[in-house]
């Protein structure tokens, strides 16, 4: 079992391989009387078209990987809630572009709960009747989702962004690709994805490594030979520069996208891009920036507005939104804004050691979550976590952000208005 320590923090991460394929992760953590656990598999809603050895070309419905992880939960005679329950556990899960997490948090009967997820993960049961069911409520709220003012902004600007791709889907599909998932199609991208090599097991919280190791070694985990494929990369087909939606909303909002043209990186160069389009964002839009306190006092924009940087398996893209009395002035604003970046990154030393400092503060205080801790591994890019992003932000330099910037505004952004009316 492989240790990584954290000598400045008195924190250790063990890594280990089970005989299946599947990595695991183990943090405990002193004076935690809770522990939590995430199983993330590799597969998430932009994951719909994939290329076998065989050279047969798959493509499954939008919202599959999201109704997959719904329906793990359900067995045939059972439901795995149930099970966590009898320990006293919750248990959830949740369904991003990339990604597929299962999760549970106990103070008691660890091994247990981690049986039971690993059990329900590698042993899936999907009925047509099951798969019908579902399909009703996956739908209804994928209808409830289309009168939420700041989700439509966000999809449209999705579709802006990378048209006919699945980036330009919800997560959760449509109505009319849901009705079109069947159970052998679930079993399919379950064998194809579902393959414990593709999978990893964080826990963290009061418990002695080498037991929880010990555990996972004895388990009689399932091994089966893995299908090989290639996944089929985000497209970048021309974007679509301006949108305007109306729906019943009281004020008018506005998004801005920028989107990476080179491929997203992984592990410690990926989460150096990430931290530098993140502090760059903040350094250009931030509430302390100029920019943000001219036209906030202006009324121009209000404490909605807001800069964040998506950066995932395959893509990348930053945002900037917000409510506005005046959509179109805030729009050129941000574009001004976007114009002159390189300009004011070059001079914002100051205000870049200040940037990192508040970053290293909200790292700091985000260690203390036995969730965040776990869940920033699954989504950083590769094999890095919190505490590998705190070392990478040290040595992060302003030229650093600035060359990321550079790349990142050196072309047009899309733009979604939404203007209170009649959809």
Partial sequence: MRQIKYNQLHETRYQLTLANGLRVNLMPRAGYQKSYALLTVNYGGIDTAVTYRSGKRVTYPEGIAH????????????????????????ANAFTSYTQTSYLFNTTTHLTECLQILLDFVFDPYFSARGVAK?????????????????????????????????????????QESIATITPAMLYACWATFYQPANMTLFVTGGFDAQRIAAFLQQLPLPFRPAPAFVRQPVALASPVKRTTLHLAVNR?????????????????SGLRARLAGQIGLYLLFGEDTAFYQRHYDSGLLDDSFSATYEYERGYHFMTITGETPRPEEL?????????????????????????????TGRYLQAINSLETVADSAATFPGDVTLFEALGELQRLTLADVCEHMKCMVSQEPCEVTLLPGDD
């Fill in 67 to 90: 109704f997959l992880e719904h329906k793990m939960f359900e067995k045939r005679d059972h439901d795995a809630f149930d099970l966590f329950g009898k320990y006293g556990a919750d």
């Fill in 331 to 359: 729009i050129q604003a941000v574009r001004q804004q976007l114009a002159q970046a390189t300009d004011l990154l070059a001079t914002a030393q100051s205000a870049f050691e200040r940037a990192k400092r508040e970053y």
């Fill in 252 to 268: 008018p909002r506005i998004a801005v996208g920028l989107r990476g043209m080179t491929a997203a990186l992984s592990g410690f």
């Fill in 134 to 174: 579902e399909q009703g409520i996956i739908g209804q709220e994928v209808q409830m989702y289309q009168d939420d003012p700041d989700w439509r902004l966000l999809a449209q600007l999705g579709q802006s962004m990378y048209p006919k791709t699945a980036l330009a889907a919800d997560v959760a599909g449509t």
